[in-house]
RNA sequence: GGUGAGGUAGCCAAGUGGUUAGGCAAUGGUUUGCAAAACCAUCAUACGCGGGUUCGAAUCCCGUCCUCACCUCCA
């Protein structure tokens, strides 16, 4: 596989063949959280986008070691737990559950590593002491018998290579603090000091908290070594927290090479043509989009869009007051069909008999759904092109509804049906089985419906019941041929929402994406 | 100012030298007691603008306009 893989690496710029640092296996690290308010949709892009990564470098069977870290300690963490009067490793707890319900819920895999900074302050404070010994930080007094400990930037000479700025330019540009402490204003802190009652740890420097930075240079060396495969993150952190990483580490190992080999990151996620940001006040909470669609929805709508592009998030505010994300619903439609589609097939599938001869009008589906993976692992393959993966999807599925309408049309002839029902078997396993790489479809089809229709009636403010009672007083309008009647009906559950279907095995009822 | 990412048909979005996705909307059709869903067809000789290279350019080169982002916390 490994020549089949490229990826766009932000250091060299460039596509680059993936070539694991040890054979067989590779090791992914992603900048996760700081846990100090809920996740919004610009977090589950950038939680995706390994999460694709990922997927793909296993179904090429290689073992993946992917770690994703949890900023546990932050000034924001502490500052917004000072407003509350919470304890800010509480807060931080509670954050980082949410985080990890909302993207169970969006079907990332979970890491198999997560670690926290609370957790690793000896790393950290091991690495920091390293980093002095070796020349690269200096510890500075502050006010008070308080020491920081700031990385010295200009001691590293690759400083700039993955942002692309060279020092002079910062400087001239910078609006970067100058402190006393400081020896350069761009340097930055590896361990700022607090004072006896704040929230902080024991440290040769004093008591304290780990600067932002260190701690993903101290939990991916901990986890995947130096030199580890690729690590991913938000464009937005490229500068300075990725640049920031490499020179530590870089600097903590000198003589073993980068840091990561390469480097990827994902494009934000716009409202208005503006990037979506607490600063702004233009964001959506994850859970807001649970509130309304599916999560599934917001992974296809997310995966519509190279992940490097940026991604258009729409809000619209209905009449009634009530927001709504209009690109979100459309691709609940999209995912509401793949289920369809699922179930329609199984329902030609359980006429299937073993051995009968696939019908020769269906020679093109089964071809389809022989290539279909493949062609999605070749897409994934193509800096992870998940657009054009799901375009294989929807060819795919459109084939098994044409398959699924060719078996209703033909549903007096036997031979056809048993032969039709091994090709629908074919294609619904080609479905999943392309859906996987994706994180697409995870769900057995009933599951997903009931937990849509669920939703869905309660966004509508109704009950399946009031629903069924409708239906057999329709039912009974059309059996006496009462179709004035049961139009009437039809009309008024249209009104609420509802998609009322007759076929010859009888009347079914879905609610419609709302 | 520095650096980077973009501008593709009504809308969203792939495509990086020659047969080019996919989706939404719209229109017509198949199907249906009527519908919905599904399927078929059309919309699609589109690629910010101006030059150039080439037998041939959305794709390469030069110039130019516009948008966004990073340079401060940010996914």
Redesign the pocket.
């Known amino acids: 596989m490994a020549d089949s893989l490229h990826l766009y690496d932000t250091l060299t ?1 460039k596509l680059q063949p993936f070539t694991p640092q040890k054979a067989g296996r590779a090791g992914v690290y992603c ?4 846990t100090y ?1 809920v ?5 589950a ?2 939680a995706i986008t390994p999460d694709i990564l990922v997927r793909t470098l296993r179904a090429h069977g290689l073992e993946v070691t992917f770690v994703r870290n949890v ?1 546990d300690v ?1 000034d ?1 963490i502490l500052k917004r737990a000072a407003e509350s009067g919470e304890e800010p490793m509480a807060l931080s707890a509670r954050m980082a559950a949410l985080y990890q319900e909302d993207m169970r819920a969006l079907g990332c895999v979970a890491p198999d590593v997560e670690p926290r900074v609370s957790g690793h302050i000896p790393e950290i404070v091991a690495l920091v002491e390293k980093l002095i010994a070796g020349g690269s930080a200096y510890v500075a007094e502050v006010a008070g018998g308080v020491r920081d400990v700031y990385y010295a930037v200009r001691s590293f000479d690759g400083y700039g290579k993955l ?4 020092v002079d ?2 400087r ?6 100058a402190s006393d402490e400081k020896r350069d204003p ?1 340097d ?1 802190a590896l361990w700022k000091g607090c004072s006896g009652d704040a929230w902080g740890w024991d440290s040769p420097w004093g008591k304290g908290r780990p600067g ?1 930075h260190i701690e993903c240079s101290a939990m991916s060396s901990r986890y995947l070594g130096h030199g580890f495969d690729v690590h991913c ?9 990725h640049e920031n990483e490499i020179a530590q580490s870089e600097a903590a190992h000198p003589g073993e090479g980068n840091f990561a080999a390469t480097w990827i ?6 409202v208005d ?8 006040g233009n ?1 959506v909470t994850i859970r807001q989009t649970y509130d309304r669609n599916d999560p599934e929805a917001l992974r296809w709508f997310l995966l ?3 992940y ?5 998030f729409d809000t619209e505010k209905r009449e009634d007051g009530r927001v709504v994300f209009p ?1 979100v619903q ?1 691709a609940e ?2 995912v ?2 793949l289920y ?2 699922l179930e ?1 097939l199984a329902v030609v599938a359980a006429g299937a008999e073993d051995g009968a001869p696939a019908p020769k009008e269906l020679a093109a589906t089964q071809k389809l759904a022989a290539e279909a993976r493949a062609k999605v692992l070749a ?1 994934l393959d ?2 992870l ?1 998940t ?2 993966a ?2 294989v999807l ?2 795919l ?6 398959l ?2 060719l078996a ?2 033909k549903r007096k002839d036997a031979y056809f049906l048993r032969g039709a029902g091994v090709v629908a078997a074919e294609v619904a396993g080609a479905l999943r089985a392309s859906c996987e790489p994706i994180g697409m479809l995870q769900t057995p089809p009933e599951e997903y419906a009931a937990r849509t229709r669920t939703r869905r009636l309660g966004l509508l403010g109704l009950t399946a019941e009031a629903v069924e009672q409708k239906l057999v007083e ?1 039912t009974a309008a ?1 059996q006496a041929k009462d ?2 009647r ?2 009437a009906l ?1 009309k008024e559950l ?1 009104a609420l929402g509802l ?5 010859p095995t009888g ?1 079914t009822w879905r609610v ?1 994406v709302v």
């Open positions: 710029q900048c996760g959280p700081t308010d996740a919004h949709v610009g977090h892009r950038a900023t932050d924001k942002s692309k700025r060279n330019d910062l001239v540009g910078a609006r970067v603090e761009l930055f932002w993150g938000g464009m937005d952190l490229i500068f300075p927290h990151h994902n494009g934000f996620v716009n043509k503006e990037k979506m940001a607490k600063s702004l964001f519509g869009v190279h490097r592009g940026p991604i258009g690109g459309e439609r999209r509401d069909y369809t589609t329609r897409a193509d800096d092109n657009p054009v799901l375009a929807q060819d599925a459109r084939a098994g509804n044409e699924a309408d209703v049309k329709r059309r179709f004035a049961a139009d039809r249209d998609e009322v279907a007759d076929s009347t419609g």
